[in-house]
């Protein structure tokens, strides 16, 4: 038996039912430098953390190594499949590739060939982010993940184009926040697609011994819905405070006399709005998230009934 402190790992190190706490949690779990952890040191995270689960002595370690070894488990290894999530996909690579194409879509926003690439860029990050974090392990056909891409860019594509059109003779701020507008409509469209499987299936549903009670829809609309609005949220910050950025310097003639700052300024301005917005909006639900048993489908709730006949409320991993 391990002789360092016992703690239960399948939960995060800080009490989730307050926002405060699932900010500390998304902090270190979004945390960009994990991206850059090798792979033998993920592996070395990995038996680390199943070898503390299954109770083996581990030389010198602290249960703080113990904790340190866990997010970075998290960190690139899905939550309920266990397999090792693409790079790209994983929300440590949140920030720095978001800077930089929101950067550039906050930048090139007038061009039309400008608008289709960076847009065509975004929705095609998404696809990668949304079906890496997907919940559980339900699969998707490439028939869906095809579509789920198409209509996406074809939503953002055309809410930019259409609104850029419109605004030809706005004022400056309000072109600028047409990029914003075209990635809350393409969530909208991306996200449900992407996770089409768990709106037809429905998502494994757990009490709070983690026993396995049923599978409901309501439960995986419920959670594809916040995810959905912490996504637009996290968007929010970079995509509004930016232009008006832009703005004020423009007015000021800096990018005339700096032409070449304009991309440089607004990426990493960009980038300084997301390090803070990934984890807070993140963290504006919890990630094992919950629904009450009577506002699951009748079916479900008998069989909650028959499993937990105490329970009232259930849970579920809502994915990020």
């Known amino acids: 038996m391990s002789s360092l402190p016992q703690v239960n790992l ?32 993920l592996d070395k995270a990995a038996k680390t953390v199943q070898d503390y689960k299954a109770g083996k002595p581990i030389e010198g370690k602290t249960i703080d190594d113990v904790w340190r070894a866990k997010y970075i488990y998290d960190s ?18 949140q920030v720095p590739m978001n800077m930089l194409i929101t950067g550039c879509m906050m930048t090139f926003y007038r061009s039309t060939p400008a608008v289709v690439f960076w847009q065509w860029t975004n929705q095609s990050f998404n696809a990668i982010v949304n079906y890496t974090n997907r919940s559980g ?86 959670g594809i819905t916040a995810v959905v609005l912490s996504r637009i949220s ?19 003639g ?6 070449w700052a304009n991309a440089p300024i607004q990426t990493l301005f960009c980038g300084l709005c997301l390090t803070f917005a990934t984890p807070l909006c993140c963290a ?3 990630q094992k998230a919950s629904i009450r048993v009577d506002q699951l489908e009748p079916e479900v709730q008998e069989n ?17």
């Not at 690139?76 to 690579?93: I, Y």
């Not at 198409?150 to 990029?179: E, F, I, M």
């Not at 507008?181 to 393409?186: I, N, Q």
């Open 10 to 41: 399948d939960e995060p190190r800080y009490d989730q039912s307050t926002y405060l706490n699932r900010a500390k949690h998304f902090i270190i779990l979004t945390n960009p430098l994990n991206i850059f952890v090798s792979p033998s040191e």
């Open 76 to 93: 690139a290894f899905h939550p309920e499949t266990g397999e090792k999530m693409l790079s790209v996909g994983r929300m440590s690579a």
């Open 137 to 222: 392990s339900s699969p998707i056909s490439n028939k869906q993940l095809f579509t789920s891409y198409c209509l996406a860019t074809g939503g953002a594509l055309a809410t930019a184009l259409s609104l850029n059109r419109l605004c030809k003779s706005a004022p400056p701020l309000v072109g600028r926040l047409v990029p914003l507008a075209a990635v809350a409509a393409a969530n909208c469209i991306n996200i449900p697609m992407m996770r089409m499987q768990e709106l037809q299936k429905g998502v494994e549903l757990y009490d709070e011994n983690n026993n396995h009670v049923g599978v409901s829809v309501n439960a995986a609309k419920t």
């Open 234 to 252: 996290m968007a929010m910050p970079g995509m509004v405070f930016t232009p008006m950025l832009a703005t004020f310097l423009e007015k000021r």
């Open 254 to 259: 800096v990018f005339r006399r700096f032409p």
């Open 284 to 286: 504006l639900y919890s």
């Open 304 to 320: 909650v009934k028959k499993v937990s006949p105490n329970t009232e409320v259930v849970y579920f991993n809502k994915g990020l």
